[in-house]
């Protein structure tokens, strides 16, 4: 099924950047233009959500020239990318109407709207591309623009950060396109419907799935690496401090997810279908995601136990919602472990990976959002500075309670939703080493939040808290995107819906291989029709 529909957001947040461009000699027009190009972005992902919403089997697909798939590009919406492009619409609305406050006028207008919607563009891109190729394309333009974002400030620290987050994602880069070619080499094609077809019948097509695993194994250390997953999240501290507050927020709430988002579409879709021609030692079964099961289930325990270790050994708050930050991306990655090594849990443990995923994204944007609210009224954010923010500022204050107890997983948040999937998918696979881990991730998360609240908000006012001045316009930001989270949290059936409809699409490859190539499933319907006829034509 061919539907416009599917470039509405591409199309938005497009326009917005380079009207943003052109308009840089008049702020006031700029920053006007920026805000209807987001609510024309979030009007576009309410559409698409709306139409897949209507049937969740449906898998709406764009060709952007005359060539079909598998040569053609295929922009392909399904409930997954319309679940993230959702996620990707309510951060990025708040975050930029927070900046219209947060940032001086002459700053905003050198270059700042354009790249925040270019970043938006890579991330719709990312999420909605139905080829490897395009996905890497698609990352570009994402990191491109947040590698100007991160040294918006242009000062030591800023330059420092953002070399470092340039140097390694330059590298991580390279690494995927190369990625991509072997993958190209083996397999003789970057759709992804494509891609899954052949993987399912390798010796058909005369692939060998050996190399395969040995290539997605190095794709997935880059999307381990966009995601801030344990042992590749050294940019993340830096990157984080340096940014602008609003950016923070985008990073640590929708680009994180897109390296989330590619190890669900590659791997659980896929290469779930492809097995290893070999018997490997310690791992259960000879599919891809068995052996990968033990990977992911490594690279989430260390995020977690390191995130939170470094949280609770901060002084400041960006730097302990930074750590908090590569901790609570474990908690999405746990689950997705599990799943890949217990085959019968495999929609619930992605489900639960998908409604924390959404949780993290909505707490850690509001978090970081609420320390630049503090920063911009106090000059600071370390603890030995604030204290009694409670008392003189009551809403940013709430509004940093509701995003701590989101992320500690207090009913009836989002995050107690998604932190108990997280337990009950372990519980269920049997997992006990996955809920020790889970466990002690969740004793930290309160450890650190507490702490936090105590240092920055409880108490007698500090030094700066004393001479803070007060910003209504980003409270009210802050305080909406609260909102949000509590009754996204009070009403979650239909987030818990969505990430169901979203974990069975990414689990149904032969849906995703009939509604991209449909010429491929009519092919086979006839095959099917030929054998029942005992070879015959009907």
């Known amino acids: 099924m061919t539907e416009q529909v599917v470039v509405a957001p591409v199309l938005a947040a497009l326009v917005a950047a380079v009207l943003g461009l052109l308009l840089r000699r008049t702020p006031r027009l700029q920053r006007g233009v920026s805000v209807l190009g987001s609510l024309a972005y979030g009007a576009g992902v309410l559409l698409l959500a709306m139409r897949v919403a209507a049937d969740p089997d449906t898998r709406l697909v764009y060709q952007v020239s005359d060539w079909t798939a598998p040569f053609g590009i295929s922009l392909v919406a399904d409930p997954l990318s319309v679940l993230m492009l959702g996620l990707t619409a ?9 900046s219209l406050s947060f940032l001086d006028r002459e700053d905003a207008r050198l270059a700042y709207h354009p790249l925040f919607h270019f970043m938006i563009l890579g991330v719709t891109g990312s999420f909605l591309t139905g080829d490897v190729f395009n996905l890497f394309v698609w990352f570009e333009v994402m990191l491109m623009s947040s590698y100007v974002l991160v040294v918006f400030y242009s000062g030591p620290e800023q330059t420092r950060a953002a070399l470092f987050y340039s140097l390694l994602n330059l590298v991580g880069s390279a690494v995927m396109l190369l990625a991509i070619g072997g993958l190209y080499a083996t397999t003789g094609t970057l759709n992804m419907a494509d891609m899954a077809r052949r993987l399912a019948e390798p010796a058909a097509y005369g692939i060998d799935p050996a190399p395969v695993l040995g290539i997605s194994a190095v794709l997935l250390s880059v999307f381990a690496l966009k995601a801030g997953i344990v042992p590749f999240q050294f940019w993340v501290p830096a990157a984080y401090r340096a940014a602008p507050a609003p950016v923070t927020a985008v990073l640590a709430g929708v680009v994180k997810k897109v390296g989330i988002y590619a190890i669900v579409r590659l791997y659980f879709m896929v290469f779930a279908a492809a097995s290893i021609p070999v018997s490997l030692p310690g791992i259960g079964g000879d599919s891809f995601l068995a052996f990968f099961g033990p990977v992911l289930f490594v690279t989430a325990a260390a995020s977690i136990l390191l995130g939170g270790v470094g949280a609770l050994g901060q002084d400041g708050m960006d730097g302990l919602l930074a750590y908090s930050s590569i901790g ?3 908690f999405v990655v746990l689950p997705l472990a599990v799943a890949a090594t217990a085959p019968e849990f495999r929609v619930l443990g992605v489900t639960a990976a998908l409604v924390y995923a959404v949780n993290h994204g909505l707490a850690k944007a509001l978090l970081f959002l609420v320390g630049g609210a503090i920063r911009a009224g106090t000059g600071t954010d370390r603890f030995a500075d604030l204290g009694g923010l409670a008392g003189r500022e009551p809403v940013l204050a709430g509004s940093f309670f509701v995003g701590g107890l989101a992320l500690v997983g207090i009913p009836p948040l989002t995050g107690f ?9 372990a519980g269920r696979a049997g997992s006990a080493l996955g809920l020790a881990v889970a466990l002690v991730g969740a ?6 939040v507490t702490r936090a609240w105590n240092r920055g908000f409880w108490g007698e006012a500090g030094p700066a808290v004393t001479v803070s001045t007060h910003r209504s316009s980003l409270v009210a930001v802050a305080a909406g995107l609260a909102a949000v989270v509590v009754l996204l949290g009070v009403g979650v059936d239909p987030l818990y819906t969505a990430a169901e409809n979203a ?3 990414a689990l149904d490859a032969q849906g995703y291989v009939d509604a991209v190539d449909p010429t491929t499933a009519a092919e086979a319907a006839a095959d099917a029709a030929d054998g029942s006829n005992g070879g015959g034509h009907s």
């Open 503 to 505: 974990a069975e699409a």
């Open 443 to 448: 004793v930290f998360t309160i450890a650190y």
């Open 90 to 98: 309510v951060v990025s609305l708040a975050a930029l109407v927070y």
């Open 328 to 330: 609570q991306i474990g």
């Open 417 to 425: 939703f998604g932190k108990f999937l997280v337990f009950d998918v």
